[in-house]
C-alpha cells in the first residue's frame, strides 16, 4: 500500500503562485510515476503534469504549461507541483496519483494510488 498526502493548497489572488507537495510513504519502488490532476466543481477530472520518478521527465498538461512546473526530491520522496501567474480557472481540487509503471499516463485510469485531494482557489 502506498499512502498519498497532498499540502499547499488554499486561496490565492488571480496572478499569484502556489506550491503543492505531494508526500509518499509506505510501499515505494524506484520505478513509478506521480502525477497531478485537478477536478473543478461540475467538470470531470482532468490531467495537470506528472513525472517518472526514474530519469525525471515530465509531461505537462497545454492547459498549464509555461505557468506550473513538476519536481521531485528523491531523498524525501515528494513531489512538487509550482503553480504561477494563477487563473481563475485554475480553481480546483487537486489530487496526486502514484502510477506503478516506468512511463506516463495521462489518464486517472493509468493510476493506481490516490491522494485525498487539496483545494486550490484563484480569486479574480
Known amino acids: 500500500q502506498v499512502q498519498l498526502v497532498e499540502s499547499g493548497g488554499g486561496l490565492v489572488q488571480a496572478g499569484g503562485s502556489l506550491r503543492l507537495s505531494c508526500a509518499a510513504s509506505g510501499r515505494t519502488f524506484s520505478s513509478y510515476t506521480t502525477g497531478w490532476f485537478r477536478q473543478a466543481p461540475g467538470k470531470e477530472r482532468e490531467f495537470v503534469a506528472a513525472i517518472m520518478w526514474s530519469g525525471g521527465k515530465t509531461e505537462i498538461a497545454d492547459s498549464v504549461k509555461g505557468r506550473f512546473m513538476i519536481s521531485r526530491d528523491n531523498a524525501k520522496t515528494t513531489v512538487y507541483l509550482q503553480m504561477n501567474s494563477l487563473k481563475p480557472e485554475d480553481t480546483a481540487v487537486y489530487y496526486c496519483?502514484?502510477?506503478?509503471?516506468?512511463?506516463?499516463?495521462?489518464?486517472?485510469?493509468?493510476?493506481?494510488?490516490w491522494g485525498q485531494g487539496t483545494q486550490v482557489t484563484v480569486s479574480s
Open positions: 496519483a502514484v502510477r506503478w509503471r516506468s512511463d506516463i499516463a495521462t489518464t486517472e485510469w493509468g493510476y493506481d494510488y
